[in-house]
């Protein structure tokens, strides 16, 4: 079974600033192996701190089965990738050898590209339930910022067939150690028959995409 899937979303920001995806999903299910597996590309607009529109693209893969789930995303940003913000010559001239030195320092909004990883699938016991958890990793760079290797987990409870609660941890050494939750519910839905229960795997066809929605940015 193959299939083919449009995915067009617009939200808003807590700042108020406009956020658009765009992307194409294509999926195929293997009955032999009970698998699906799929690639996407997208396209991102956001305007992050405000500072300017960033752009970027991405590209994903994606293994689905019924006791272990596997997906990777890379991203890179279109375009201008960072913005000088402030630049100014700060305290006094020193002395360093035979040369004289005065510090500058500037101020930059970065955006950075990268890739993400994860693994996993149901919980033991707590996988009937419709109670699954991933682990992974990502890297994250930009030539005027920091390089940004970290650690990342999502904790996924189905509480029907059409809503979704995910909390997500993120933790590195530039964008520090971050926590959310997302409650997501699907359009059209299922007539939501199963409460707190796992899905068969060709139903996950229609499944969302897991990546980041945002464009990640950091102020430098």
Do not use: C
Request: hydrophobic content about 30%; overall charge neutral; proline content about 3%.
């Amino acid at each position: 079974t193959n299939v083919l899937i449009g995915d067009i979303s617009a939200s808003v920001t807590n700042h108020g600033d406009p956020l658009v995806n765009l992307g194409t999903i294509y999926r195929n299910y293997d009955a032999s192996t009970n698998r699906i597996l799929g690639w996407n590309a997208y396209g991102d607009y956001d305007q992050g701190y405000g500072n300017g529109d960033w752009y970027q693209v991405g590209a994903g893969f994606e293994s689905l089965g019924k006791y272990l789930d596997f997906r990777a995303n890379g991203y890179l940003v279109a375009g201008t990738d960072s913005r000088l913000l402030s630049n100014n010559l700060v305290g006094d001239l020193f002395l360093g050898g035979n040369n004289v030195f005065r510090t500058r320092n500037q101020v930059r909004d970065n955006a950075y590209s990268g890739f993400d990883a994860e693994v996993g699938g149901p919980l033991p016991i707590l996988g009937q339930y419709g109670i699954n958890m991933y682990l992974g990793g990502y890297y994250l760079t930009n030539n005027h910022g920091q390089d940004a290797p970290g650690f990342q987990a999502r904790w996924q409870a189905l509480i029907t067939q059409s809503l979704r609660v995910n909390t997500y941890l993120t933790t590195d050494r530039t964008f520090g150690t971050n926590s959310w939750v997302s409650l997501q519910y699907d359009i059209p839905n299922y007539k939501n028959r199963r409460v707190m229960r796992d899905s068969p795997v060709r139903e996950r066809l229609q499944d969302p995409v897991y990546r980041n929605n945002r464009i990640h940015t950091n102020i430098d």
